[in-house]
């Protein structure tokens, strides 16, 4: 092999290894990159994780809709979570409070997650919530339970082609997990 | 393509030479070998023996699903098989076998003395024993090896995962650097290593289908490394890229496998099409109809497999604008793919066509691989997919393209190169029970899987209902058959190592291409001075 080819072997390698190793790191970038796309593009039925400012709207006493809500807990939570009531009738722009109970059934302090997500995924832009549970961890001692607030209010905006919102709560055992979870991730 | 032509006093040469500069004696010669002809041959009989150790897996899924209920194996050594079925016969029968047919042959295509990188290329091979060892070695480990089928899906490899995923991971971490390490030599011997006059638009469809595997590679095989790197956090150190209680989300999982996973499917078939598209037109008697809509038909899949990932995913709640694109892009592959199968059957089109083993196993490709290709495109259409999802329709339809597509086109490889590979002809008689053989047992397999899915029995369960139970008997006993077939194979290739009819250095009368210009056997160093192309 001369030199000359020697040489431009060297170089083809080297741009084909800057090529592998960027791969390796744009599968990395892929995470960010999906919360951002399912963000701007309000997909995936993630709402908001910090709590909105409830911005007083005239409410449509004109429309309703549905919100049903479901709650549930992974196997390796011993706890029991249900909402106080599964579906309402709200008005849009109308500010709602309810709330979920919780009830630790173990012998043991455990920390709780709560995750949530809305189906139809496009009405999760319209989901507001002033105060929820979910922006925090949960704490509950032994055989403790809880009332787990949530207020919301469905903004005015929402698309006339959806009539009924599903929010659903999936409850993690978070106990040793040593997740910190940051305000502002997508959730 | 052009004709090619070598002048022959260098052939004369090579072939003197060779007296001298022979292959080493004993086992060193293996584990140190830098010749690209060595390293095929090693590529190729590690290949087998994968391609034999992941049969032996399908035959244990396929005798369990014999009869319904539980008979042999627990459930969770059931999914531990079709988990390691999967991954064996993808990263350790396919993939490395169309490295060993590049090895071998590019070299030889494009009028180079050897690969561009042979001591990196020695490295490659030699990584890829270790990292099934690793793999297999986790079945027999306390709580098993992976049961999480081999598309690894998050919380499965994650949470719910035995105690040897990291095994798999590193596993899969090392077969991506033999893949990668193979894709840059690929990619360097041709760029710069062909014959003075072998132009782009000369190049064999062999070596122009395995340079564009090779970008595929060296995109997506990182990506891979990535995502199982994630597993591997995820499950040992506390991150949560997949668990959505410390916000992560494991859809996205799905995601980012699905990046890597659909070019990975045109990884294991653009080779294929290399091969068909050098045995159509030698058996056919006829230059290759449409070569340069050929090279830019591969092009464009590989373009476009970048952009179908999410049609494995419609399940999983995609916003309908996404499901729409997804399955456009999806179907959009069927026009390149179809100029390919339209370009090989206007090659045989009035051609002078004789049936010898390697056109058989062609031909049977260029049929069932598009039989595969409808199911896809079935497949591919959205609504009618929320039916299919995870039913043995996708199971059917993912082996007509792997196993009748890529594997046949491996067989067809083989049979059409090994003559000039071991200087000997194969059995032509025995080369044809294996093929009728296999292509009649591959369809009593896989065909009635397609009627299994439809009428809606799920894959990658240890058991099913009862109503399923004649079809599923049809099948185990087709994949019997098809698994012992290939032992066939086997004593055709070693009675050809041992010897036969001497072959001379072009055995097919209609073959094209600078291979055919050396003596076979192909003596071990060849071309030493570049040949001519004119």
Redesign the interface.
């Known amino acids: 092999m001369d030199q000359a080819q020697s040489k431009s072997n060297r170089k083809l390698i080297g741009m084909l290894l800057l090529g592998a190793v960027g791969m390796f790191g744009f599968g990395f970038a892929l995470v960010p990159l999906y919360d951002v796309l399912c963000d701007t593009l309000g997909i995936n039925g993630k709402t908001q994780s910090t709590a909105s400012v409830y911005k007083p709207v005239t409410v449509d006493k004109n429309r309703t809709v549905t919100v049903e809500f479901v709650s549930q807990v992974q196997s390796d939570l011993p706890w029991e979570f249900k909402p106080e009531v599964n579906t309402m009738q709200v008005h849009p722009g109308e500010l709602i409070r309810t709330h979920f109970v919780a009830k630790n059934l173990s012998a043991k302090q455990v920390v709780g997650q709560a995750i949530p997500s809305v189906s139809p995924g496009q009405a999760a832009a319209y989901f507001n919530k002033t105060e929820c549970f979910c922006f925090n961890q949960q704490v509950l001692a032994a055989a403790a339970s809880a009332d787990l607030p949530l207020i919301f209010y469905v903004d005015p905006d929402l698309p006339d082609s959806i009539s009924t919102l599903t929010l659903s709560y999936t409850l993690y055992n978070i106990t040793d997990k040593g997740y910190v979870v940051e305000q502002g991730a997508a959730r | 393509m052009s004709t090619i032509t070598q002048d022959s006093p260098a052939a004369h040469d090579d072939h003197h030479d060779d007296h001298h500069h022979g292959a080493p004696k004993g086992i060193m010669r293996w584990i140190l070998t830098t010749n690209h002809k060595d390293i095929g041959t090693l590529y190729l009989w590690f290949s087998f023996i994968m391609f034999l150790t992941g049969g032996a897996m399908a035959m244990v899924i396929r005798a369990e699903l014999f009869q319904p209920g539980l008979q042999l194996i627990e459930p969770n050594f059931f999914n531990q098989m079709t988990t390691v079925h999967g991954l064996v016969m993808v990263f350790g029968a396919v993939m490395p076998a169309f490295t060993g047919l590049a090895n071998w042959l590019i070299p030889m295509m494009i009028g180079a003395p050897d690969m561009?990188?042979p001591r990196m290329n020695n490295w490659s091979f030699w990584i890829l024993p270790f990292a099934f060892t690793i793999l297999l070695s986790s079945l027999f480990m306390e709580g098993g090896g992976p049961n999480f089928g081999w598309t690894f899906y998050a919380p499965l490899s994650t949470t719910y995962s035995p105690d040897s995923t990291a095994l798999f991971v590193f596993a899969i971490h090392i077969m991506g650097m033999s893949s990668?390490m193979g894709?840059?030599n690929v990619?360097?011997t041709i760029?710069?290593?062909r014959a003075p006059g072998m132009t782009w638009m000369k190049l064999p469809l062999f070596v122009w289908t395995w340079l564009i595997t090779a970008f595929l590679l060296?995109?997506?095989?990182?990506?891979?490394?990535?995502?199982v790197t994630?597993v591997l956090t995820d499950k040992y150190f506390?991150t949560?890229?997949f668990?959505?209680?410390?916000?992560g989300?494991p859809?996205?999982f799905q995601?980012?496998f699905w990046?890597?996973g659909h070019p990975e499917v045109y990884i294991m078939i653009l080779p294929s099409f290399g091969i068909i598209s050098a045995i159509v037109p030698a058996f056919s008697r006829k230059p290759l109809f449409g070569y340069a809509s050929m090279v830019y038909a591969t092009a464009s899949i590989a373009v476009l497999s970048f952009l179908v990932w999410a049609h494995h995913m419609f399940t999983t709640?995609?916003?309908v604008f996404?499901e729409l694109f997804f399955m456009y892009c999806t179907m959009l592959i069927a026009v390149p793919t179809g100029v390919k199968v339209f370009n090989w059957v206007a090659t045989m089109w009035r051609g002078s066509i004789s049936f010898e083993t390697p056109m058989l196993f062609a031909v049977a490709f260029i049929i069932l691989f598009t039989i595969g290709g409808f199911s896809g495109l079935m497949l591919a259409i959205t609504p009618a997919d929320f039916q299919y999802h995870d039913t043995y329709f996708v199971v059917a339809h993912f082996h007509y393209v792997l196993v009748t597509g890529a594997i046949f086109s491996i067989m067809a490889a083989a049979y059409y190169w090994l003559p000039k590979w071991t200087g000997n002809m194969y059995s032509e008689t025995l080369g044809r029970w294996h093929f009728w053989c296999s292509v009649i047992s591959v369809n009593v397999l896989f065909f009635p899987m397609h009627f299994l899915g439809l009428a809606g029995m799920p894959r990658r369960i240890p058991d099913y209902a009862i109503q399923f139970a004649d079809v599923n008997q049809i099948v185990s006993i087709g994949g019997f058959a098809f698994g012992l077939s290939q032992f066939i194979f086997l004593a055709v290739v070693i009675k050809c190592i041992r010897g036969g009819e001497k072959a001379p250095a072009k055995p097919w009368e209609g073959a094209e291409g600078l291979e055919w210009t050396l003596p076979s056997p192909a003596p071990y160093h060849s071309f030493t001075t570049p040949p001519e192309v004119k």
């Open positions: 561009a990188l990668i894709a840059i990619i360097v760029v710069n290593m060296i995109a997506v095989m990182p990506v891979l490394a990535g995502t994630m506390g949560a890229f668990d959505a209680a410390g916000g989300d859809v996205m995601h980012i990046f890597f709640g995609m916003p996404a």
